[in-house]
């Protein structure tokens, strides 16, 4: 699933299809080594596999060719998601690469992070050198529906975003089970709606155990 599919891959189970039974019992190790020359360039990806870096899904493919004889197709397919786009103000981000200082926040990926703040019982999250494909990979952990980008915008930014309460705040607010994702996204300029969005249906054609070294 993380070679192949969009993050968070456990939002795209339904999108791999024909596998043997032993992929979901069968555990393994896998045991790579990154080159020296590209070592410096994969730390710094700061990638994990809830949301895969496309250089790790390269790399995963490879390895399953090479050592599970994989064979696999994929043709498009329509799945239902929500598309991050513009809202109707200027979007309340800034063109910025900087970081946090220190060994503040978490590890997006892309070399993104995030750091978290609750003030006066709210959870705040200041976004880091994040860019909007990124962003909506972030967005997908915390709703229904994997997110697209589809805003346009192409940079990587700063921006403050609030954490919608899950227990219900005072009346007239919105809770968690009122929005598609849990985050107020009207404060920074963006919004999500609900559309069928093109994904990639993935055909495993054959596959074999992988043997040890």
Not at 17 to 37: E, H, L, M, T
Not at 112 to 122: H, I, N, P, S, Y
């Amino acid at each position: 699933m993380a070679a192949y599919v969009s993050a968070p891959y456990w939002k795209h189970l339904a999108e791999v299809k024909g596998a043997p039974a032993w992929v979901a019992s069968d555990k393994y190790d896998i045991r790579a080594k990154v080159a020296p020359p590209d070592v410096t360039h994969w730390q710094s990806l700061n990638q994990n596999f809830g949301q895969p870096a496309p250089v790790l899904q390269e790399m995963l493919r490879a390895v399953l060719a090479e050592r599970c004889n994989l064979r696999i197709h994929g043709t498009e397919t329509m799945i239902d998601g929500y598309v991050l786009r513009l809202g109707a103000k200027s979007p309340a981000v800034v063109e910025s690469s900087e970081l946090p200082v220190g060994d503040q926040g978490f590890d997006l990926i892309e070399g993104a992070k995030a750091v978290q703040l609750t003030k006066d019982g709210e959870q705040i999250y200041t976004f880091y050198n994040t860019s909007m494909p990124v962003f909506a990979g972030f967005l997908s952990l915390s709703s229904q529906y994997a997110v697209r980008d589809g805003t346009g915008l192409s940079g990587t930014y700063r921006f403050v975003l609030p954490r919608i309460a899950s227990s219900p705040p005072d009346q007239g607010t919105a809770t968690q089970m009122d929005v598609p994702v849990p985050w107020n996204l009207r404060a920074i300029g963006l919004k999500v709606d609900r559309e069928k969005v093109k994904s990639t249906l993935w055909i495993v054609d054959s596959m074999e155990k992988p043997s040890s070294n």
